[in-house]
């Protein structure tokens, strides 16, 4: 699991390193030589979507998105984790259909393509979809996590190499 999930954070850091180099250099192309990178800006646009899906995967298996835990915070640690599983499969709930009809937008797309390159648009649907598919997939292994009654967290503790995890509510 340890090297999916880094597979998977490198994956999301990759394109958002894309999404910076492609943007950076569009600008100073611009600014220097008055001249624009082909599709910068739809590039970047379905850089960042596929960007997105696979960060929502890492923030799904760890629990770690931007949230207020007034509640949580105030339970005792078998209802924190009753109630991280029932968010869990809330969240597994919208994001398998999501990951299915993504798929089907895929196979929709056809020969639509970005307009100065005419790259097909099939390629960067593909790889969100994976990206999105990995988000199901890893909401599904927190719930058998939670389930097992060993905290996903407790994963990310084993697998930082200076021993600081993200926590809950991070």
């Known amino acids: 699991m340890k090297r999916f999930l880094t597979a998977t954070e490198n994956t999301a850091a990759l394109f958002l390193l894309l ?3 492609l ?6 192309l611009r600014d220097l030589f008055s001249i ?21 995967a890492l923030a799904t298996w760890r629990g770690s998105h931007i949230c207020v ?28 259909p999501m990951a299915w009809m993504i798929w089907v937008k895929v ?3 056809g020969t639509q393509a970005t307009s100065d390159l005419r790259l097909p648009l099939t390629w960067f649907y593909s790889v969100g979809a994976v990206g999105a598919t990995v988000a199901a997939i890893l909401a599904a292994a927190r719930v058998v996590a939670l389930l097992r009654r060993r905290a996903p967290e407790d994963d990310a503790l084993e697998a930082s190499s200076d021993g600081k995890g993200a926590g809950h509510g991070s």
Do not use: Y
């Open 107 to 109: 196979g929709g797309t």
């Open 36 to 56: 624009q990178i082909p599709d910068w800006f739809d590039g970047t646009k379905q850089l960042q979507g596929i960007a997105l899906f696979w960060g929502i």
């Open 19 to 21: 999404i910076a180099l």
């Open 23 to 28: 943007t950076a250099g569009n600008v100073v």
């Open 69 to 96: 835990d007034i509640v949580w915070e105030h339970l005792r640690p078998s209802r924190q984790r009753a109630m991280d599983l029932v968010a869990t499969l809330i969240v597994l709930a919208f994001l398998a």
